[in-house]
């Protein structure tokens, strides 16, 4: 099984595909085998690195408070540990607040960015619809279930992120995809953090917090794949 030492966990990554390395970061409360479908349409073009954060799937889940920045450190000494000086990457929800802060950290090595159902911070009302959201979603069944400890630390992480402050900084290029129905991040929050990081791209989806697994997957591969060229 394909496992790495990284910081204070074992993390568990699959890498499929050929061509540009591509990095897929993954949202609250899932790990990859949810993300099947995504991955192996993305190992068409790419060579897809793609994990399973602390505290979900195989990865190890220390039962200690959790940051985004924790788990963007655990993203960058995957990368690192598998040779991977540069990648596109791609996050998602909890993902997006991961490759945000990677991207700030490490700029050198995200060639792309692209940014899917996140923000920059969150709102008071947040926790409780995206814990409703997750509760209900057919893509949260995993062969691999989350401890709800677990599933907490991550949530607190998410919950108490904000780089609102430093998206001045970003100069890498990116595209940001949100549903404009999306009631776990606001569709507000992403024109907020599109207005924020210079010269990047926006779509729309008529959607919400998962439109790329609904009507408009299609749509939404499309757009990443024109974007990465």
Same mark, same amino acid.
């Given at each position: 099984?394909?496992?790495? +030492?990284?910081? &204070?966990?074992?993390?568990?990554?699959?890498?499929?595909?050929?061509?540009?390395?591509?990095?897929?970061?993954?949202?609250? @409360?899932? #790990?990859?085998?949810?993300?099947?479908?995504?991955? +192996?349409?993305?190992?068409?073009?790419?060579?897809?690195?793609?994990? #399973?954060?602390?505290?979900?799937?195989?990865?190890?889940?220390?039962?200690?408070?959790?940051?985004?920045?924790? !788990?963007?450190? #655990?993203?960058?000494?995957?990368?690192?540990?598998?040779?991977?000086?540069?990648?596109?990457?791609? @996050?998602?929800?909890?993902?997006? +607040?991961?490759?945000?802060?990677?991207?700030?950290?490490?700029?050198?090595?995200?060639?792309?960015?692209?940014?899917?159902?996140?923000?920059? +911070?969150?709102?008071?009302?947040?926790?409780?619809?995206?814990?409703?959201?997750?509760?209900?979603?057919?893509?949260?069944?995993?062969?691999?279930?989350?401890?709800?400890?677990?599933?907490?630390?991550?949530?607190?992480?998410?919950?108490?992120?904000?780089?609102?402050?430093?998206?001045?900084?970003?100069?890498?290029?990116?595209?940001?995809?949100?549903?404009?129905? &999306?009631?776990?991040?606001?569709?507000?929050?992403?024109?907020? !953090?599109?207005?924020?990081?210079? @010269?990047?791209? !926006?779509?729309?989806?008529? @959607?919400?917090?998962?439109?790329?697994?609904?009507?408009?997957?299609?749509?939404?591969?499309?757009?990443?794949?024109?974007?990465?060229?």
């Amino acid at each position: 099984m394909p496992y790495v +030492r990284v910081n &204070d966990i074992q993390m568990y990554y699959e890498l499929q595909g050929e061509g540009e390395p591509l990095t897929l970061i993954v949202g609250l @409360g899932t #790990d990859i085998s949810e993300w099947d479908v995504i991955i +192996r349409w993305l190992a068409n073009k790419y060579q897809v690195l793609a994990f #399973d954060n602390r505290g979900a799937g195989r990865t190890d889940k220390p039962d200690i408070p959790y940051s985004i920045e924790m !788990m963007a450190e #655990d993203s960058a000494e995957l990368m690192q540990a598998l040779g991977m000086k540069q990648a596109h990457v791609l @996050g998602i929800s909890m993902g997006g +607040r991961v490759a945000l802060t990677l991207a700030l950290r490490y700029p050198e090595r995200v060639k792309k960015l692209v940014l899917v159902s996140t923000s920059a +911070r969150i709102i008071k009302s947040w926790r409780r619809h995206f814990y409703g959201i997750l509760s209900g979603a057919p893509i949260f069944k995993s062969k691999y279930p989350q401890p709800h400890y677990a599933f907490m630390r991550q949530l607190q992480a998410s919950a108490t992120y904000n780089c609102t402050g430093k998206l001045h900084e970003l100069h890498i290029p990116t595209l940001i995809m949100h549903g404009k129905k &999306d009631k776990s991040a606001p569709y507000a929050l992403a024109e907020e !953090m599109h207005a924020g990081i210079e @010269g990047s791209k !926006m779509l729309t989806f008529a @959607g919400g917090h998962i439109f790329f697994l609904m009507r408009e997957r299609q749509q939404f591969l499309d757009a990443s794949a024109e974007f990465l060229q």
